[in-house]
């Protein structure tokens, strides 16, 4: 386990704490009405402007990180094992490999749960089954002590899921939404905990779901569990225009508002004159109709379809949701390692770290009120903290050669660990808004080029003296060229 900061001179910081033991519980003996005081007490002026990382937190300078050439050497952490590689992936036999594979589960198993033959103990989750990739890869890693709950709401990746239960008691399947982590769990503690975030492979690949778009006539269905709520055709044809342009602008269309506007407007003409776009190939040449381009070289519809389908799964909210309990249900120094691919999903998880990170000695001197809205979790009782050990993973080129779908792919790492700082009560009433805290300038310095006076037009030309005539250029005089000898052919 990590310790805390070493004390600086005559300050007050903690002292370091002892390992943590299965005796303290799922917070390491911290409960929510322990009393937690500020690490900056006391501090003087001539203090250390910040604590001294533990070892074991410290990263070497960027300069200082050669590039890897290829993934990290996998048996350094883990005992020999078969070849997990191409037909063993996310979607089994069908040979898809799960993007940044072992990088993610590197992460998920922590240190001080491996036992000397290589193997780990303890509980994890996989929150997105998909067709058992992650899943399988961590049970290969796992002692027989050691115990994994997978969630998923597709029915197909639930029926692989259950198959997998009758062949490894290690393992169980929970047909719900990951956003109901904290209710399976009940009172349990997990020692690591994995979240693939988006719609997978497999489900792209089935173009009878509708995800991808096509130029097929398959139902436009969208919802990852098809027997729950109503397929995407039927929302449409139910939405307002301005629900539908919101939903496209919001998971979808962001950088372009107006777009949005557009295909939601265009989407809205079709069905009032009876021309209802219900399947994926009508759905598609509306959209590329209103938007006639896209500035990222894919299809137009692409965004649109994205959007409709993280509406309809709740794709964010369950996002939101699951990184807050993952994080109470986590032990102490557990990691939460999350796969995200668009922007709007690594924007949520960098959101939950500001959220729940602790200030530094930096803050030291500044009020209450200003330290809860900088720190938000200063102004709560959770007896967490979240602390980010590593900048997120990105793959390699072998890696988007193996998985084209993984070049957009990032593993963000989420530490839990002990809270420091305790609850400023004094300061959660005076804290301002966030959105109050930014103001445009009123006024903008000046920003110009020379002064308009010397700047002349093009079609001006400067005019020449009376007095210094300007001569007209004359060619200097040449000699005649040489007449030609006679040719001694006729």
């Not at 799964?313 to 990184?323: A, G, I, P």
Request: glycine share 8%; net charge neutral; aromatic share 6%.
């Amino acid at each position: 386990p990590i310790s805390q900061p070493q004390p600086m001179g005559e300050s007050k910081w903690p002292r370091p704490c002892r390992p943590v033991t299965e005796e303290d519980g799922p917070m390491g003996g911290l409960t929510e009405t322990a009393e937690l005081r500020n690490p900056f007490e006391g501090m003087t002026a001539d203090s250390s402007p910040s604590p001294p990382l533990p070892e074991a937190m410290r990263l070497p300078p960027r300069e200082a990180q050669p590039p890897m050439p290829m993934r990290p050497p996998w048996g350094e952490m883990h005992p020999p094992g078969p070849v997990w590689g191409k037909g063993m992936g996310k979607s089994g036999p069908s040979g898809h490999i799960p993007c940044l594979l072992a990088e993610a589960v590197r992460e998920v198993l922590p240190r001080h749960k491996q036992r000397p033959d290589g193997l780990f103990d303890g509980f994890y989750v996989d929150c997105t089954f998909g067709r058992g990739g992650h899943t399988r890869h961590i049970l290969q890693q796992l002692s027989p002590e050691g115990r994994l709950l997978a969630f998923d709401v597709d029915p197909t990746a639930v029926a692989v899921a259950r198959e997998l239960e009758r062949q490894d008691g290690r393992f169980r399947i929970a047909h719900r939404p990951f956003g109901e982590l904290a209710d399976e769990l009940g009172d349990r503690t997990i020692d690591g905990i994995l979240m693939d975030l988006g719609v997978s492979s497999p489900q792209l690949d089935e173009r009878s779901r509708g995800f991808a778009v096509s130029g097929e006539d398959v139902p436009l269905d969208l919802r990852m569990n098809q027997t729950a709520g109503i397929p995407a055709w039927q929302w449409v044809e139910k939405a307002t225009r301005k629900e539908l342009a919101w939903v496209i602008r919001e998971y979808g269309e962001d950088h372009d508002p107006l777009g949005a506007d557009r295909i939601a407007a265009a989407i809205k003409v079709h069905q009032e004159a009876g021309r209802p776009a219900r399947t994926t190939r009508e759905f598609g040449d509306i959209i590329k109709s209103a938007k006639l381009n896209d500035d990222r070289g894919q299809h137009p519809a692409k965004l649109t379809f994205q959007a409709i389908r993280v509406f309809l799964n709740q794709e964010m909210q369950q996002l939101d949701t699951v990184l807050d309990a993952a994080l109470h249900k986590l032990a102490p120094n557990g990691n939460c390692v999350v796969i995200s691919f668009k922007k709007k999903e690594s924007a949520a998880v960098q959101k939950f770290i500001r959220e729940h990170e602790e200030p530094t000695s930096v803050f030291q001197r500044i009020p209450a009120a200003r330290m809860v809205e900088l720190f938000p979790l200063l102004g709560t009782q959770k007896p967490f903290a979240v602390n980010v050990p590593k900048e997120p993973i990105k793959p390699l080129q072998r890696d988007v050669q193996e998985n084209f779908r993984t070049r957009s792919a990032q593993v963000h790492v989420l530490q839990k660990r002990q809270r420091y700082f305790r609850f400023y009560a004094e300061g959660v009433a005076a804290a301002e808004p966030l959105a109050n805290r930014f103001v445009e300038p009123a006024a903008a310095p000046v920003f110009t080029g020379a002064p308009a006076q010397t700047t002349l037009p093009f079609s001006a030309a400067p005019a020449a003296s009376p007095a210094t005539p300007v001569p007209c250029p004359t060619a200097a005089p040449t000699a005649a060229p040489p007449l030609p000898s006679p040719s001694p052919f006729p």
